[in-house]
């Protein structure tokens, strides 16, 4: 039979000069040159672009037809994982419950409430699974009733590409209430009066730029705040208090937040403190003061103040909850009388309480491994939180935890229809060391029975950027390779939040390699004590953790079986020279502005992984990408699967595969996301046994 043949991508050199140095680059054509247009409408894309991507995904199909059967196994275990008929514990507000659940085999959940107890008829405020029926891609970003419960809204996206609609429903009537919202940001919110929806714009490049207000029920946008910085995120909310409307504006290492009194929605807003770099601050109102978490004053892994005053500006911060290095403050909620404040140390969450007198305790948890997340509520005048518990071997559990009394109590456990005994699953907490000494976090999930010695195949997952942190929490996906046999391993690598602010500083700008270095250091590892072998590991990453693995494929090709690459930022060094893709002035301070800045462009280049590609054996490699992701563009992993075919000596299979009608964060349904899982997986078995058995 013979063997499928890879395209063969064309080579157009494109010769680029950037501060005195030289690159050409081979394959700058995939970039269509309307990409903007592109995500809005995917059927503009470029007809040369657009058959080059369909040959790719017809080559990646049919190396891996032998796996079907086995895809279809895998997606059949993680969809028996998940109750079909699931719905969230409800949230009480006023005389309301708000809850989501869904419909035997829906792709996409119904929003609804009861009378607040149980009781009383449902009224369903968004049906999802209708709305999407139209579309091959739907996704609902932020949806939130009106505080006087007569309204419900919505932001729409049914492209992929992150430009919402926001939808606005008089709950009474059923009828929608004037036109939705154009070309807006995934988030919004009303007022506390419920007069106005505070909304952001997105630009033409896809970034978000100012803020407008309008009225609840329709009528006139009015601008509110604009944003000169193409290098800023831009945010809206409201004190928990609902004392202010929140405007936050930010980057990777400096915000600044703006305030609205909720008395004057109209009101012209005040800047809290003005920006400085390197400096970052939230806030909130905690009925008389404003709490404020910050890192100012060399507080790397952040501190609580308090103030006073009616505009609280830094002159008037006081420490309150001190700076400890190591202790990392992750965030914090108020509540009328209490506040709750998340931390974590060595990779380990905890939550600790504050009541208005002082006192103060703390909720943990005694696993080797688990994740432990607030999740709040809408009520600011209770002395009841919410927090999710979980760990690799320990579905989530919700609790409601009453503040006064410390009384948890378990009100959901996250069902697994098609069977989940904890007691046949090991989570382990092990420590890299890394070169320069640094104690690198892995946490391993395997059953009981799985060899130490070697024999077990291995996935190692890594991202490694933003300050992101890789919880150690429970997956329905990850069991369909550990019950073969496999270890899942997550590497808590530097350039994360998993050991504190000062962790993500160490793995970031100038210090970008050690993310790399870190996670090939897990890896050598895991070998050496046994829980893997070398050519028998699997490496998975996506977006930034897809750069990770193209850098660790250049560095260390040798230690992989296999290299899953979802969305991957690849192609940085053009990427972050380029300042009409929507991400790339945001990101400066992360990576380095090599447009100006000589060392960046070096730094960049050194390891930027489409740039460093060279001619050695690489192993089977899996690259993923959606045609409207505006965050890491589908050119990206299509010129770097070009361009590793192109300097391979090996024979080892190179695959790429778009999802032509999705964007970053891939098919919107929660069964066809499975459906690329199940390819993910299936490669990786695949890739490192070669025969498809599973």
Excluded at 352 to 376: I, K, P, Q, S, W
Excluded at 575 to 601: F, K, R, V
């Amino acid at each position: 039979m013979t063997s499928p043949v890879p395209p063969v991508a064309p080579k157009i050199p494109h010769r680029i000069e950037q501060l005195g140095r030289v690159r050409v680059d081979d394959y700058a054509w995939m970039k269509d040159e309307n990409w903007q247009q592109v995500l809005r409408d995917p059927k503009a894309l470029r007809a040369d672009i657009r058959a080059h991507l369909e040959a790719e995904n017809a080559y990646t199909k049919a190396v891996l037809a032998g796996t079907e059967d086995l895809q279809a196994r895998l997606f059949a275990e993680m969809k028996g994982r998940i109750k079909e008929d699931d719905s969230s514990v409800p949230a009480p507000d006023g005389p309301f419950d708000y809850y989501v659940r869904y419909d035997l085999g829906a792709e996409h959940p119904i929003h609804a409430r009861r009378p607040r107890g149980g009781g009383g008829p449902e009224t369903v405020l968004l049906d999802e699974e209708a709305l999407s029926k139209d579309h091959a891609y739907f996704q609902v970003g932020a949806a939130h009733h009106s505080p006087d419960h007569a309204l419900y809204a919505w932001a729409a996206d049914t492209q992929g590409s992150e430009y919402y609609r926001i939808h606005v429903r008089d709950l009474a009537t059923g009828e929608a209430l004037g036109a939705p919202v154009e070309s807006a940001y995934g988030d919004f919110c009303f007022s506390p009066d419920s007069q106005w929806l505070f909304w952001i714009w997105r630009d033409e490049n896809a970034r978000p730029a100012k803020v407008f207000r309008r009225p609840a029920r329709g009528g006139e946008d009015a601008l509110v705040y604009e944003e000169a910085d193409d290098g800023m995120f831009l945010g809206v909310g409201v004190a928990a208090d609902d004392s202010h409307i929140l405007i936050h504006v930010g980057d990777q290492e400096t915000t600044e937040l703006w305030l609205i009194p909720a008395a004057d929605p109209t009101a012209t807003p005040v800047v809290a403190e003005p920006r400085q770099v390197g400096v970052k601050y939230a806030l909130d109102h905690w009925t008389d003061r404003w709490v404020i978490r910050t890192n100012a004053d060399g507080a790397v892994d952040f501190k609580l103040c308090v103030s006073d005053a009616a505009i609280p500006a830094r002159a008037s911060w006081r420490d309150w909850i001190g700076h400890r290095p190591g202790h990392y403050l992750a965030g914090f909620a108020t509540y009328a009388d209490f506040l709750v404040r998340a931390e974590r140390v060595d990779a380990l969450d905890r939550l600790v309480v504050t009541g208005r007198d002082g006192t103060e305790h703390v909720v943990a948890f005694d696993e080797e491994a688990y994740a432990l997340n607030l999740e709040g509520g809408y009520e600011y005048a209770t002395t009841v939180t919410r927090f999710v518990y979980q760990s690799p071997t320990t579905p989530r559990q919700w609790f409601d935890y009453d503040m006064a009394t410390r009384e948890r109590a378990l009100r959901k456990t996250q069902e697994v229809p098609s069977g989940h005994d904890p007691s046949q699953y090991v989570a382990r907490r092990i420590f890299a060391r890394a070169a320069d000494g640094a104690e690198v976090p892995v946490t391993l999930l395997m059953r009981k029975e799985t060899p130490q010695d070697g024999s077990a195949p291995v996935l190692l997952y890594g991202y490694g950027s933003y300050g992101h942190a890789m919880e150690p929490s429970f997956s329905i996906r990850n069991l369909s390779l550990v019950d073969r046999g496999w270890i899942w391993a997550t590497a808590h690598i530097r350039g994360g939040s998993d050991k504190g602010w000062g962790w993500f500083l160490d793995g970031r700008k100038e210090k970008k390699v050690n993310t790399f270095t870190d996670f090939i250091a897990c890896a050598e590892h895991l070998i050496a004590q046994g829980y893997g072998s070398k050519g028998r590991i699997a490496a998975y990453g996506g977006s930034a953790g897809g750069m990770l693995m193209g850098a660790v494929a250049n560095l260390r090709p040798d230690l992989w079986g296999a290299i899953i690459a979802a969305v991957p930022f690849v192609d940085v060094l053009n990427t972050m020279s380029d300042t009409s893709l929507p991400l790339t002035p945001p990101e400066w301070p992360e990576w380095g502005n090599p447009i100006e800045d000589a060392q960046a462009y070096d730094r960049i280049a050194s390891y930027s992984p489409y740039d460093k590609v060279s001619a050695q054996a690489y192993p089977p490699v899996l690259a993923t990408g959606g045609l409207s992701d505006p965050r890491v563009t589908y050119w990206e992993p299509a010129k770097w699967v070009a361009k590793l075919r192109g300097h391979t000596t090996g024979d080892a299979p190179i695959l790429l595969k778009i999802n032509m009608e999705a964007g970053h964060g891939g098919a919107s349904g929660r069964f066809d996301f499975l459906k690329e899982i199940a390819l993910d997986y299936a490669f990786a078995l695949w890739a490192v046994d070669r025969d498809g058995k599973a």
